[in-house]
């Protein structure tokens, strides 16, 4: 079965960096796009970055120049890596994957931005 499992999340002061993953298995990761998404307390989870099977990135306008979205195939992995962190930052980061036109996400992982 699909499972996407992620860490990486903390604790952290405004401007400083973060490195989140996601582990995937139960399906051909190199053949998927991946994303990662993001839910602060209060509102809608949004889309912070994908990245095709191709390699081919986009960023929600929120992170881009500060998050860095990569994925290694040999590992059935997925990162963000995230610096400048500012306190809109903070939420629960899920990775999420689409097969057979089924939406599969992670248990999530907090991140806290804060002085």
């Known amino acids: 079965q699909v499972q996407l499992v992620e860490s990486g999340g903390g604790s952290v002061q405004p401007g400083g960096s973060l490195r989140l993953s996601c582990a995937a298995s139960?399906?051909?990761?190199?053949?998927?796009?991946m994303s990662w998404h993001r839910q602060a307390p209060g509102k809608q989870r949004e889309l912070v970055a994908a990245i095709t099977s191709g390699g081919v990135i986009n960023y929600a306008d929120s992170v881009k120049g500060r998050f860095t979205i990569s994925r290694d195939n040999a590992k059935n992995t997925v990162y963000l890596q995230m610096n400048s962190l500012k306190p809109e930052d903070t939420a629960v980061y899920y990775c999420?994957?689409?097969?057979?036109?089924?939406?599969?996400w992670g248990q999530g992982t907090q991140v806290t931005v804060s002085s």
């Open positions: 139960g399906f051909s990761f190199r053949n998927r796009h």
């Open positions: 999420a994957v689409s097969v057979y036109f089924n939406d599969y």
